[in-house]
């Protein structure tokens, strides 16, 4: 049998009502609580309205949600910022490559000088690298962080504690992730599982930027 072709349907979630939003929470739950077992409807629609520019991407297999994406974007300086919220794909449709096509999808639609994101995963470091339009991303080993990075990451966390030479955003998860898993550091590039291993605790997160222009 053909698996049928994905598609991305993005909502602005500014621009829809209650009845829309429930349904959005709806459609993403099973997928977030995979990911969140503890979080609540109420804690979704929070994230899915805390910043009036937010886009939810549905990617639609049939009429089957199989992974979505959260974002909004930010002006800093003359630079537009396009920050993605958190991006999930249902554990029974990974390695499709559905991670990445909602990825390029936003970035088709918003053209955005940077993307960031908060990860504590070496494999989603590596998956954005691909991309970066120099090649790679912040942090990195081989590449000090810039002024207009640095000042990037600093008000994307703004009322949390960073560290500004390695972009690692201390205590951010309350419940720490089993980081020693092997699935977890199956990556091919030894310098990201490096970089991870050395600087991050199973609390804290880097706070990555991605040249895309």
Same mark, same amino acid.
């Given at each position: 049998?053909?698996?049928?072709?994905?598609?991305?349907?993005?909502?602005k979630?500014?621009?829809?009502?209650?009845?829309?939003?429930?349904?959005?929470?709806?459609?993403?739950?099973?997928?977030?609580?995979?990911?969140?077992?503890?979080?609540s409807?109420?804690?979704?629609?929070?994230?899915? =309205?805390?910043n009036?520019? $937010?886009?939810? !991407? +549905? /990617?639609?297999? %049939?009429?089957?949600v199989?992974?979505?994406?959260?974002?909004?974007?930010?002006?800093?300086?003359?630079?537009?910022?396009?920050?993605?919220?958190?991006?999930?794909?249902?554990?029974?449709?990974?390695?499709?490559?559905?991670?990445?096509s909602?990825?390029?999808?936003?970035?088709?639609?918003?053209?955005?000088?940077?993307?960031?994101?908060?990860?504590?995963?070496?494999?989603?470091?590596?998956?954005?690298?691909?991309?970066?339009?120099?090649?790679?991303?912040?942090?990195?080993?081989?590449?000090?962080i =810039?002024?207009?990075?640095? $000042?990037?990451? !600093? +008000? /994307?966390?703004? %009322?949390e504690?960073?560290?500004?030479?390695?972009?690692?955003?201390?205590?951010?998860?309350?419940?720490?992730?089993?980081?020693?898993?092997?699935?977890?550091?199956?990556?091919?590039?030894?310098?990201?599982?490096?970089?991870?291993?050395?600087?991050?605790?199973?609390?804290?997160?880097?706070?990555?930027?991605?040249?895309?222009?």
């Amino acid at each position: 049998m053909i698996e049928m072709a994905p598609k991305i349907v993005s909502f602005k979630t500014v621009n829809i009502d209650e009845k829309k939003l429930n349904e959005l929470i709806l459609l993403i739950k099973p997928i977030y609580l995979c990911f969140y077992p503890s979080s609540s409807e109420e804690r979704i629609r929070l994230r899915l =309205t805390r910043n009036e520019s $937010t886009v939810v !991407d +549905l /990617l639609f297999v %049939g009429d089957k949600v199989c992974a979505f994406g959260i974002y909004y974007f930010l002006k800093i300086q003359d630079k537009n910022i396009l920050f993605r919220d958190g991006t999930m794909v249902d554990q029974n449709s990974q390695s499709k490559g559905y991670y990445k096509s909602l990825v390029q999808h936003a970035l088709d639609l918003y053209a955005p000088d940077f993307m960031a994101t908060r990860t504590q995963n070496p494999r989603v470091y590596e998956t954005l690298t691909t991309f970066s339009s120099t090649g790679f991303i912040y942090p990195n080993e081989d590449v000090l962080i =810039t002024h207009e990075v640095g $000042t990037i990451a !600093d +008000l /994307l966390c703004e %009322g949390e504690v960073l560290d500004p030479k390695t972009l690692v955003v201390k205590g951010v998860y309350k419940q720490g992730q089993d980081r020693s898993e092997a699935l977890f550091w199956k990556v091919r590039n030894e310098k990201v599982t490096r970089l991870f291993k050395q600087f991050l605790t199973e609390f804290d997160a880097f706070l990555l930027v991605i040249p895309t222009k």
